[in-house]
């Protein structure tokens, strides 16, 4: 019964992916230091060690006899390099990846802090997004800033625990994994649309981005995970008491999150006509994207504990 | 296709939503200028509104049709051959 729990514990030490000099405001390029720092055998990065290496010009050692091997492997590894780049290009086309390495770059003193957040709300004071230059801080300096690694983490955590429950039922099959997995992904994707068409028709000018919508979609799934989890424990009376819990820690934590971002302070350009219908209308998403969450925490979990 | 076992949720795959999304950009892509949209208020020569910053919502729904429209018009035709196919083929 402790599988998962342990599964989601061992998941976060693997953020520490960084030394703490923080020259760069992302990321140290740690594929050389780490290996030289901390040696091969280091258990967090054991399965990154062999591969970290292999960056871009990696000289191929000639220690075949034969040259035509040589040149065949000289061939190989430039034909790789021209397919890395090119999919490096087409990649870059659809999404920003240094957008999406903003996310990603997450520390275990802010996975920690956050989580604590999103299970209790209430006591946060300061619920700003700092700024730097004009460029928001990363998670790792602002606890404050949505991230993509809890969500994904999640999501994982959550499919996992979700196949244990189904097991537990003798409900289990492969393909039921797959279809919860996917029924999830659609409700994060249907919902993210939404609040995107309605801020869209709203000309709400928030500086949310899609990665944003998508990072605050996901940390419903940490409310998930602990629902089912107390839905296992305790029965069906503990799924019912964890559910209006997380809810609530839920809708406060969307409310106040996105308050921030979507209801702007009254500038220069709100006095007139319409201020007060756009305001409302702000109000209306925030509160309905808050409204949103316990519903689709109901509908994807209830039939796991019965 | 049956779900295996009775689930009180509605089980999306990431296909079905792909046909909804297909179904409703359809949808979206045959409202006829002329004969309909002028019709009702929600031409393209009627979304002139006041020139404020606030466009509203009705001059924003009738933009995004028309842009929908106007991108979509293409390659709905390449994508609705392509689900007609595989229709006729795996049913």
Redesign the interface.
Known sequence: MDLPHQGYRANKPRARAAPPTADSILFDDTSSAALNNQGYYTPAYNMAGPSNDMQGGAVPNNVFADPMANAAMMYGSSIANQGKDMVNKEISRFMSVNKLKYFFAVDTRYVLKKLMILMFPYTHQDWEVRYHRDAPLTPRQDVNAPDLYIPTMAFITYILLAGMALGIQKRFSPEVLGLCASTALVWVIIEVLLMLLSLYLLTVHSDLSTFDLIAYSGYKYVGMIFTVLCGLLFGSDGYYVALAWSSCALMFFIVRSLKMKILPSLSSDSIGTGPSAKHQFRLYITVATALFQPIVIYWLTSHLVR | RM???R????????Y??IQAAILCVNAVAVLHEERFLSKIGWGVDQSVGGF????G?KV??MN?VRSVRTVMRVPLIAVNAVCIVLLLLFG
């Open positions: 779900l295996p076992s689930e009180e949720n509605m089980a999306f795959t990431l079905s939503l404020g910053d606030e466009p919502v924003q729904l995004l």
